[in-house]
């Protein structure tokens, strides 16, 4: 039989203690959001996407929403999908594009070629907002 692991001890108490929050509470945010992220380290993804299009529709403005929706969706290359959230995120105004090269939610997404013709409009228009911008 195969030992668990203490980490996965933890994270699957964190997700039955959320899973009860939201039995009496299922519109929480502040539970939705740390169940959501929960489910994604237990390697939980199909779970994890359901929770953030839950929080997608409460939250419709929320760049960080549509940010870990496309995290999600990448995580089951489901690379239409994520690059559409993470457009959405952009225009919401998401802008730690540091962390976006880097977060490994998104590997599968920063793959594809759809995500460089994302980034290239994505740079040329910052360099337009540069230049049209008053000084």
């Known amino acids: 039989m195969a030992r668990r692991s203490k980490f996965h001890d933890v994270l699957d108490f964190e997700i039955r203690f959320y899973e009860r929050l939201l039995a009496t509470h299922p519109d929480f945010v502040d539970v939705l959001f740390p169940l959501a992220e929960a489910y994604t380290r237990r ?6 996407l359901a929770v953030d299009l839950h929080i997608t529709r409460l939250r419709a403005d929320d760049p960080l929403a549509w940010y870990n929706l496309a995290c999600s969706y990448s995580l089951l290359r489901r690379l239409d999908a994520s690059l559409e959230a993470l457009q959405r995120s952009v225009d919401l105004g998401y802008a730690d594009f540091r962390h976006l090269q880097q977060d490994p939610d998104l590997t599968n997404l920063r793959r594809s070629p759809s995500y460089r013709k994302f ?15 008053p000084v």
């Open 43 to 48: 390697g939980f993804h199909e779970q994890g």
């Open 119 to 133: 980034l290239e409009r994505l740079v040329q228009r910052r360099r337009r907002s540069r230049t049209t911008s």
